[in-house]
């Protein structure tokens, strides 16, 4: 990464440079699968799309459409299917293709695969997330890991369907760029291979709704929740340390993790699919003054493709869900993320301005940044540190077991960055001795 991108992020997101080096730059220097020398790389620092689609077909060999993942409920699995959009091996195959074509991107540079890297934990493991001409938005961006049944789509949810999802960064003038979905389909209707892919699959020449339809599909399939926690939740007890066993019963008591991230057979993703404002980065905030603004800026448009840019390049970013709603109460409140692979998936956050899990557990324990929206549920915790090793130890188990060995690399990498910078844990706020008001 140049100096040139970095500033670039710095103006953006308006943090000290120290900060934003640190921030941006050690997941790719610490991250054993990024910084691996046999992994060629793009020019966004991605693995090339080639050596991508060979570590899929290495981690998801084989793919039938026509059966419900391993321990999915097949009435559940199947409510999350539109009926417009019936899984079928030609669709999974169109959109596969489509999520590592470069050439929905205005300057040819940026595929979906870019910011979800299948050697990353498909996510880019940078704060924020960069697109087309060295610019960079304000969100860090999710894995597409196990998407298939959320129930809405984006950290502000400003999205319906993995189908409408899958079409907003294509024409987003920060991520890949094009005018309009129009210019993405002139980029690809004169290749012969998708004529008949959309033939094949959708019975239709190459249209715009189609590249949305396809590329959910594919996403459909990228299942991975054959973590060694849900064995354990199955029955094998030496599927997980005693150390995470520990972790579990605080997940469900005194750390109250369980509040936002429900984690059971029948909700194996760890997320109550809500919106919490957890006080993330809140003091930088002037909550009331973005909210008028955006109030403004979507009066004069309030077209979803505004909402989108506002949403990702400007400071209007903190407001979240409000941003969807305009409702008072989801000011700076963002969708829980997915505990499934949450250790492949570093910086946390939305704003991915928390390193390690290490760092995650602190931000809960002091009780989150206070502000006047923040979540009524966000309170103290007083983990001691021991307690929280042990939480840590349950969320690395919460990866599925063929990223085994990622996992064990980003569990020494943050367990070895957390011990040298992690900042000095408040406990005077974490133990109450304190109140947040207080400085």
Not at 297 to 303: G, V
Not at 383 to 391: A, C, D, G, Y
Request: aromatic letters at 8%; proline letters at 5%.
């Amino acid at each position: 990464m140049n100096i040139k991108r970095i500033l670039s992020i710095c103006w953006f997101v308006h943090v000290p440079i120290v900060t934003l080096i640190a921030v941006i730059l050690l997941p790719l220097f610490n991250t054993g699968a990024v910084v691996a020398a046999d992994i060629p790389k793009t020019d966004h620092g991605a693995a090339t799309m080639e050596y991508q689609e060979r570590e899929l077909d290495r981690l998801l060999p084989t793919v039938d459409v026509s059966k419900v993942p391993p321990g999915f409920d097949e009435v559940v699995w199947e409510a999350f299917i539109p009926e417009d959009n019936a899984m079928t091996p030609e669709r999974v195959a169109l959109g596969r293709k489509l999520y590592f074509d470069k050439r929905l991107s205005a300057d040819g540079t940026v595929s979906c695969a870019t910011c979800h890297d299948v050697t990353r934990g498909f996510t880019d493991q940078l704060a924020v997330s960069e697109g087309i001409k060295d610019q960079f938005g304000r969100r860090n961006a999710p894995t597409t890991l196990n998407v298939a049944l959320l129930q809405i789509v984006f950290l502000d949810g400003r999205s319906p369907t993995l189908e409408h999802q899958a079409k907003l960064p294509i024409i987003n003038p920060i991520e890949m760029g094009m005018a309009d979905g129009q210019a993405a389909v002139n980029a690809i209707k004169g290749d012969g291979e998708y004529k008949a892919a959309f033939q094949k699959a959708y019975g239709r020449a190459v249209n715009y709704d189609d590249i949305g339809r396809a590329i959910a599909a594919f996403e459909r399939t990228l299942v991975f929740a054959d973590s060694p926690f849900r064995r354990f939740l199955n029955g094998d007890e030496d599927a997980i340390s005693a150390e995470a066993k520990h972790g579990w019963e605080l997940y469900n008591e005194k750390g109250r993790c369980v509040t936002c991230h429900p984690i059971n057979p029948s909700n194996p993703l760890g997320t109550d699919n809500r919106f919490h404002n957890v006080g993330v980065s809140a003091r930088h905030q002037d909550f009331e003054g973005l909210a008028k603004q955006a109030l403004k800026a979507m009066e004069e448009d309030p077209s979803e493709e505004k909402l989108d840019e506002l949403a990702l390049s400007t400071d209007m970013s903190e407001l979240g869900r409000f941003m969807v709603t305009k409702n008072r109460s989801d000011i700076g409140t963002f969708r829980t993320p997915l505990l499934l692979n949450i250790g492949i998936t570093p910086p946390y956050m939305h704003d991915g301005t928390v390193e390690t899990l290490w760092d995650v557990m602190d931000h809960y324990n002091k009780g989150g940044e206070a502000n006047l929206f923040l979540d009524g549920g966000m309170e103290p915790l007083a983990l001691t540190e021991e307690e929280i090793n042990s939480i840590v130890a349950l969320m690395f188990s919460f990866t599925d077991v063929r990223f085994a060995e990622e996992n064990q690399r980003q569990f020494e990498r943050q367990k070895a960055q957390a011990a040298k910078k992690r900042p000095l844990r408040d406990d005077d706020m974490a133990f109450r001795l304190k109140l947040a008001f207080e400085k």
